[in-house]
């Protein structure tokens, strides 16, 4: 008559095995966000990884001039994806400097010539020290830093063609 008991120890364990898993497969926030948003870049000096660009440096950064720092990489599909949006801003008057993670020169430069230059200098971060330094966690990723040099926001993964006038006033609205 009680022989469903024997049951219960399989029922409790399966219980918490959908628990478990449900939480891992579906965590309330995916995106790792930067703890540097509302506060200065960090130092930080890179050489330029292409021959016909320089590299870029956290000084470059506080001039007066809000800037997108683009986080990309040539091996990085949705980089690729993203390079029609970052052409539409440079046209658009918006600077944009970059930091090429884990690269090579010639990998970089094939990129460049495949998919559009829209870059005024490119860092060469071949170890993601300045990328984790940003808080940075993945390529592509973009900040928008104010003309004092403070990073005001952070936009996780590849800009799409719907957020290019989001990103033109907000660049606008960072000066």
Not at 28 to 56: C, H, Q, T, W, Y
Request: with cysteine.
């Amino acid at each position: 008559m009680k022989r469903w008991l024997i049951w219960l120890p399989f029922i409790v364990f399966a219980g918490l095995l959908w628990l478990v898993a449900s939480e891992l497969l579906s965590p309330s926030e995916r995106l790792v966000r930067s703890k540097l948003v509302d506060k200065p870049v960090p130092a930080f000096a890179l050489d330029g990884i292409v021959a016909d660009k320089p590299g870029l440096s956290s000084a470059d950064f506080g001039k007066g001039e809000p800037r997108l720092l683009n986080v990309f990489a040539s091996w990085c599909v949705p980089c690729i994806a993203e390079a029609p949006q970052l052409l539409a801003l440079k046209r658009a008057g918006v600077r944009i400097d970059a930091i090429a993670i884990r690269d090579r020169p010639d990998a970089v430069q094939r990129f460049l010539a495949r998919n559009g230059d829209p870059y005024a200098t490119i860092g060469d971060d071949r170890t993601s020290r300045v990328q984790l330094a940003l808080g940075s966690s993945g390529v592509p990723e973009t900040f928008l830093i104010d003309g004092r040099g403070r990073i005001v926001r952070q936009h996780i993964g590849d800009i799409r063609a719907d957020e290019v006038a989001d990103l033109i006033a907000a660049v606008r609205a960072a000066r």
